[in-house]
């Protein structure tokens, strides 16, 4: 069973960073397009960023405005996304999804096989 296992969230100042990871086991992964969503309180869930196995990497820019970085350590089959600039409106529980097969639509939370269960992230002084 595949499982995904997110780490890294918290209580952050506005202006800070976080670093996110996110482990898959359960399975191989070849192939493979693993992201990252989140949710705040009283809002739809929301693409953050992905990344294929062969390393394209698509981010939200409405949201992410350059600030995020994501990565993919394939050998430890995790994915980490590093968080700078944050604001209170990056608050969310933030979940890690994947893809086993690389699909064609990366931001929709349906074209995804498996989520972790989330990391709370807060942004607040």
């Known amino acids: 069973q595949v499982r995904l296992v997110e780490s890294g969230g918290g209580l952050v100042q506005p202006g800070g960073s976080l670093k996110l990871s996110c482990v898959a086991s359960?399975?191989?992964?070849?192939?493979?397009?693993m992201s990252w969503f989140r949710q705040a309180p009283g809002k739809e869930r929301e693409f953050v960023a992905a990344?294929?196995?062969?390393?394209?990497?698509?981010y939200n820019t409405d949201s992410v405005k350059g600030r995020f970085t994501l990565s993919r350590d394939r050998a430890k089959n995790t994915v980490y996304l590093q968080m700078g600039s944050l604001t209170p409106e990056d608050t969310a529980i933030y979940y890690c999804?994947?893809?086993?097969?690389?699909?064609?639509?990366?931001?929709?939370?349906?074209?995804?096989?498996?989520w972790g269960q989330g990391t709370q992230v807060t942004v607040s002084s």
């Open positions: 359960g399975s191989t992964f070849g192939g493979s397009t």
């Open positions: 999804a994947i893809q086993l097969s690389q699909r064609d639509m990366v931001v929709n939370g349906h074209d995804y096989d498996y």
């Open positions: 990344i294929t196995w062969f390393g394209d990497i698509f």
